[in-house]
Structures are given as C-alpha cells and as structure tokens.
C-alpha cells in the first residue's frame, strides 16, 4: 500500500520548531479560551475560578441571554456588515486605480505625490475627528453609515502596497497584452488585478479586520441606535469607569462581536493561502 | 412661568393650529456616557420613551457617547462641527472647560425665565455640587447623578482579624493599623491585602484628591482654573501615607492597580478594604456573597472627600425652540421623582434634595442602609478637580503617583514633577489670565 519511504529520523531542529509554535498557538489562544470558558461561567464574582480556564460543571446560558438582550444584534451585525463590505469595495477600486497609476504611469511630480500620499500614514485618526466631522456635516451625511465609511474610502496604505505589488509584475504580460490590441483598463482588469490578487487579499482582511473593530469614529459620528456598529452596541452595556465588571456577559458579548470575523477569516484563510501558490507570480 | 404651564400653552398653540403633535416636535438630541455597569444605556432609553410620552411637543433623542472621555471628545467635536447636542450628561468637572471655551450657555436666564433665581434653582440640590455647577457667577450646569468614594470592608475578615465590623476605621491611624491586621501572608506571598485603592487613570486622580483633602488639602483653587496644589504638605503627606502602605506596610499592592481589579478582588475576598464610588454601590449589594459594611474614607486632618459624577449642560449653537425644549427635558430628568428613580437603579446619589422626601426613597434607605452612608457623607464632600485642561493637569500628577507605587520615585520627587509638569500645561491660560497684567 504505502510507499516504501525512506526512514527519516525526526529533525531535531523541525521539532524545536514544531514544540516552539504550539507554545506560541497557546499563548495566543489563551484569551480566546478563557472568553468562550468565562461566558459560560455562573456569575459568582468568586475572583479566583473567575480567572480559571477550567470550564464550570454546570455551565449557564445567562451571559448569553443578558448579551444578546442588552443590544439588538441582528442590526449591528447588518450595519457593520454593511460599513466593512461598503469600504472594501470603494477601497479595492480607488487602490488599485491609484496604486496603478504610481506604479506605471510617468507623470511630473509623481515621487512627490507619492510620498505625500505616504505621509498620511504618519497620521493619527484621532487628529483627524474633528475636520472630518466637520465635512460630514457639511456633506449632509451626519449620523449615517455612508459617514463611517466615507474617511476610508481612499487608504494610503492600499494604494502603497498595490503599488509595490504591482511593481513585482513583470512589465511582459502587459506589453503582450497591448501587442494584442487591449486598452489600459482592459490591462489593468484583466492582466494586472488577477496577477495581482494576494496583494488585494491581503489588504482585504486587514481592512475587514480594522473596520469590524473600528470604535472611536463610528461613536464620534453615529447618534441614532439604530445605525450603531457592533463595537459600540457591546461597548454600551459592558462599560462601566466605575464599578467592577460583569466579566461573564463581557466574554459572551465580546464573543459574539469577534465570532463571524473569526469563522470568516477561518475559511478565507485558506483562500488566502492558495491564492499565494496558484497566481503565477514566481 | 413654570416649565409645565410652558409646556401646555405650547400643546395648545400646537392643537390650535391643527397640527399633528409629530410634525410640531421639536427634536433634541442629549449626549450620555454610561459610566456604571448594567443595563443603563437601555434604562437611558426608556426614560426617553417617558420624557416624550408626557411631553408631545418635543421628539428628544438619548444618544450613547461611550465613557466619560469620549463623551468630552465627541461633545467637543460635534460643537466644532456645527451639530451641538441640546444636551449633554458631562463629567461634572469638564464644564470648567466649556464654560472657559464659550462652548456652553449660561443656564441664568432660562432659570430667571422660570421666575426663580440661580440661588433658589441651585438650593435645590446638595450645597457639595454647586462648586462644579456654578462659577465664575452663573449657573453653567444641573447636577444629575453624584457619587463620592466610600470605603468598603468585608465584614467577615473584620470578627476574623477581631475587629469590630461595627466601628470601622475612623482616622488613618486606625485605618493603616486594620489594613496591617487584615493582610494575610503565605510566605512571601500576600493572599489577602488589607487594602486596595483604584490607581487606574482617572481613579487615581479622584482616589489621590479624596486623600488629600482628607488631610487638609485642597488640591485645586477652586475659584481660579489655573492652580493647583500639588507639592503642598497635605499632598506630600497623602501620598507617603500610600507609599508606606505599599512598600513600607505592605499591605497594599505595589504597582498600577485598576479599578475593575479592585472591586474583583473585594468580591473575592482577595481584598479586605477596598475605597470606590458610591456608583459601584448597588452592583456590590447584588453581587457580594460575604458580608460587607460601607464607611466614611477615614481622615487624618478631617472628614472631606471630593465629588464624582456628572451633570447636565446645554452648548451654546441652538435655536430658541431647542433650547426651550433641552431646558425642559434637562429640568424633567433633575426632578426630584426622576433623579429618585435614576438614583436606586444606578447607586449614585440623586442631586435633588427633594429626592429623598419621596416615600419610595425613604422605602429604600430603610432597606438598604449603605446607601445612606453615601448620602451622609455628602455633608463633607467638596467640588471635584477642575482647571484649565482638566484631563491633562490630572495625568501630571498620575504619572507621577504611578512611578511612586510601583516604586520608581519617591513621593517628594514624584510630587515637583507633578507639580512643574501641571505648571507648564497651565501656563497658556495663566499667562492670558492671572499673569495678563497692565502694560
């Protein structure tokens, strides 16, 4: 049945290895445990199994049902849906135009603009609430979901690693397809965008990732309930400056906004992998 | 004329147009931080549902703005944006800033409009709120929910270290003499520390101003935004007291100690005396399996702690109705029968006076005496830290506080640091004010 393979010995320096990541997979799990043991745990406030990552014997649902009552989850999951999905789609547009046109494009003054461009990273979020808010106003888009994406609809950072990745393909591809008669576009969409998928990939998840958790903006500009995100329906009933802290309805909640990112990024990770092995950028 | 006979001659004009009450309502917003555990956002709304069941003629909208901070910021924000909030629950101690910023309105002729004066207006409430309310001559803000830091004791480790449970620690002397026979020790190990203040940012400020006063200090100038009393002995001695119980006594733990972690530890029995906010009062009575006791923070000079909380203001930008209907919605929640109810759900005092003539406030004192201990010691409570860039002359002196427990500096170089770094973040204002001298 099985090929007769060769007997290796274990590589002593693979297995450090292997030892070493389990270690650091632990590590990193760790609170992940801990949230979905503790939503599950009784409030008793005991303070020493309140830190215990051994589930309870009688676990509650009690979190789970003081969660999922204290904020209308099927709208926060809608808007933030709705917020994330919304960004992204501006966003893979606007950085693949701009990071094409820095990659390709001879034009005066291009570095300048470039590192102009870059320059915005620099920046804090927090500098910018009030000029921001001060346009949305202007713009009429007060307390809307247009207003919570519209500060992000151009990303400095896209638009820098669109460019770099665009600069790793070979010039070939495209000067074969012009031999064929295509039109810039054309190129860009059918030659470029493909051969350029990891990059866009890439940059997707961290754009999901940020704006999912994303809390200061969305609080500074939304005011109705029912146009909040996630971040601040769960921020609304398990903040307290002062008093102690329901750590059980924490977790379940704080579970319940991380869970779709989770199972989300579980299944496009794979996506993500292949994608790197299969497009063609060797 | 009486905010009621306001609101129906303002129904009737309504009705005698023929007009629908909807499309009459004036629309309000009030901007709310949530600053204790629980169900108070959705608690929040349902006052709502309640100010505009019995008021038809205006549409007010409560609108959750995150913690204190981030109320301040995007109360701030939304004033620079154009879009005021007709209302803001605001921590008490910002409002020095927005009356300073000509960011709010002064509250003297809506209450005058009333036929009250500012001193009847302001009677109404504990005299320990009107330093944060009203200065610099005019009423710029309503109390509307209070709270002062109590010491909390377990009452059980107090028969079990043969303490009496009814006498608890009156001065410091006694109170660092409990603390020594409440801590437990394993070894090197502490399994139970005989006291835990909060020394998380903000906290500590508070935690640090209780003790300070409680020796005779004052901490601010209270009439002038740009002083503060930082390398003055009551504060020297105040913040050798904690380094002693830290590092000396060891009775408290060394380092930065948050103030969620405190109430865990009171919770579990890791913590005998514990110093929090009255707000923490009812979670700790539903919560709390041992038995427990609340008291005065003892005194070394005299009996004085500062206010916490947060009160109503109005920012400026508003038309005439909005401002008409914000000062009925911000009078309707500082009635007594409101601040009463928000009182018992919250655990924080209810500014209102009057609160506590209602029989359903007496019903629930009788029941739960810790609440009233809180209440009683309003009577020694003083206005709460408020200068010229608040938020930033309170970190100077919790830095420097945080390097003292965990260590790092001693209090007297701890307390210069503060002092001089306050100093310059002040110096702005005082050069435009105190310093601003004929030429």
């Known amino acids: 049945m099985a090929a007769p393979r060769t007997a290796r010995r274990p590589d002593p320096l693979l297995l450090l290895g292997i030892v070493f990541l389990a270690a650091v997979a632990l590590v990193w799990s760790t609170p992940l445990a801990w949230m979905i043991v503790a939503s599950f745990r009784p409030q008793s406030f005991g303070g020493l199994d309140m830190a215990s990552l051994t589930p309870n014997f009688t676990p509650t649902l009690a979190n789970w049902r003081e969660a999922l009552d204290s904020a209308d989850f099927a709208r926060l999951y809608l808007n933030t849906a709705i917020v994330c999905l919304g960004i992204l789609t501006v966003q893979l547009v606007t950085i693949t135009l701009a990071g094409w046109a820095f990659a390709r494009l001879e034009f005066r003054g291009r570095a300048v603009l470039f590192y102009a461009f870059l320059l915005q990273l620099m920046l804090v979020p927090p500098i910018l609430i009030v000029p921001n808010l001060v346009t949305i106003t202007r713009l009429g888009l007060y307390d809307t979901l247009t207003a919570v994406m519209a500060p992000y609809f151009a990303s400095a950072f896209g638009v820098f690693l669109m460019r770099q990745t665009f600069r790793t393909i070979p010039r070939d591809y495209e000067e074969a397809a012009i031999m064929e008669g295509a039109a810039w576009w054309q190129v860009v969409a059918r030659v470029l965008v493909p051969l350029a998928r990891p990059g866009l990939v890439a940059f997707s998840i961290v754009s999901v990732v940020a704006h999912w958790n994303e809390f200061l903006w969305p609080l500074m500009v939304i005011s109705s309930t029912e146009n909040q995100t996630l971040t601040i329906g769960l921020a609304s009933f398990t903040q307290g400056a002062e008093s102690a802290s329901q750590w059980g309805v924490i977790a379940a909640g704080t579970f319940l906004v991380a869970a779709p990112l989770m199972t989300a990024f579980a299944l496009f990770q794979r996506q993500f992998v292949n994608s790197f092995l299969f497009s063609g950028v060797k | ?439």
Do not use: C
């Open chain 2, 1 to 439: 004329m009486h905010p009621l006979s306001k609101v129906a001659a303002a129904t009737a004009f309504a009705l005698s147009l023929g007009l629908g009450s909807a499309e009459a309502a004036t629309e309000i917003e009030m901007f709310f931080p949530v600053p204790v555990e629980g169900k108070l956002a959705k608690e929040m709304q349902a006052l709502m549902e309640r100010f505009n069941a019995s008021h038809p003629d205006i549409r007010a909208k409560a609108v959750y703005t995150g913690s204190y901070d981030e109320t301040n910021l995007k109360t701030h924000a939304a004033i620079k944006a154009g879009r005021p909030p007709a209302a803001v629950i605001m921590s008490a101690n910002f409002v020095l800033e927005y009356q300073i910023g000509d960011e709010i309105e002064a509250l003297d002729p809506l209450i005058e409009a009333d036929g009250k004066t500012p001193d009847a207006f302001m009677g109404q409430f504990w005299p320990a709120l009107h330093g944060n309310a009203r200065f610099a001559g005019k009423v710029w803000a309503v109390p509307f929910h209070n709270s002062t830091p109590l010491l909390y004791y377990n009452t059980d480790h107090f028969k079990e270290a043969g303490l009496d449970p009814s006498k608890p620690p009156e001065t410091w002397v006694e109170w660092s003499d409990a603390a020594k026979k409440l801590t437990r020790r394993d070894g090197d190990k502490t399994t139970r520390w005989g006291l835990m203040l909060p020394s998380n940012y903000d906290y500590l400020g508070w935690t640090m101003t209780a003790l300070d006063m409680s020796n005779g200090g004052q901490y601010y100038n209270t009439e002038y935004g740009g002083e503060v009393y930082y390398d003055q002995p009551s504060m020297r001695g105040a913040l050798t007291f904690v380094d002693n119980l830290v590092h000396r006594d060891k009775v408290m733990p060394e380092g930065t100690t948050d103030g969620k972690v405190v109430s865990t530890a009171f919770f579990a029995g890791e913590a005998s005396m514990v110093v929090l906010s009255t707000g923490s009062l009812s979670f700790i009575r539903e919560n709390m399996k041992q038995g427990y006791a609340v008291a005065f923070v003892p005194a070394n000079i005299r009996n004085a702690v500062a206010i916490g909380g947060a009160s109503l203001m109005m920012p400026k930008g508003l038309t005439e109705e909005q401002k008409k209907a914000s000062w009925i919605l911000i009078n309707w929640l500082t009635s007594p029968e409101v601040s009463g109810h928000w009182s018992r759900f919250t655990g924080y005092f209810a500014p209102n006076r009057a609160a506590y003539d209602l029989p359903e406030m007496k019903t629930f004192l009788a029941e739960n005496p810790d609440a009233k201990v809180g209440v009683d010691q309003l009577a020694y409570a003083r206005s709460w830290f408020a200068t010229y860039s608040t938020v930033a002359v309170r970190k100077a002196l919790e830095d420097e506080v945080q390097a003292v427990l965990s260590g790092k500096k001693k209090p007297l170089e701890a307390l210069k640091a503060a002092q001089a770094k306050a100093e310059e973040i002040m110096s702005p204002y005082v050069a435009a004010t105190a310093m601003n001298l004929p030429k």
